[in-house]
Nanobody, 115 residues
């Protein structure tokens, strides 16, 4: 059983910063990809950023230059540093871990950016 627990969401004014964390527990294979997706109400879940256990990163165009993903393999934890936040970044962020052909998801954390 794999569990993902997210933290760090909340409310911030436009231009501010937040840091999301996601800790994975359970049977974690050393080769995996962790990352973040977001989902606005009524929309599909969309990629924000991912990082492989080897350190390869991918970003959505909308967050390049503003968000930074990182991970601590020893802690099975992934982080998302979000800077220069915009009102349109107001969505639920979901942590994901993909390994051995399966995807696991956290419960989601709300980020609200006020103008």
């Amino acid at each position: 059983q794999v569990q993902l627990v997210e933290s760090g969401g909340g409310s911030v004014q436009a231009g501010g910063s937040l840091r999301l964390s996601c800790a994975a527990s359970g049977s974690i294979f050393s080769v995996n990809t962790m990352g973040w997706y977001h989902q606005a109400r009524g929309n599909e879940r969309e990629l924000v950023a991912t990082i492989t256990s080897g350190g390869r990163v991918t970003y959505a165009d909308s967050v390049k230059g503003r968000f930074t993903i990182s991970r601590d393999n020893a802690k099975n934890t992934v982080y998302l540093e979000m800077n220069s936040l915009k009102p349109e970044d107001t969505v639920i962020y979901y942590c994901t871990l993909r390994m051995l052909g399966r995807a696991y998801w956290g419960q989601g954390t709300q980020v609200t950016v006020s103008s």
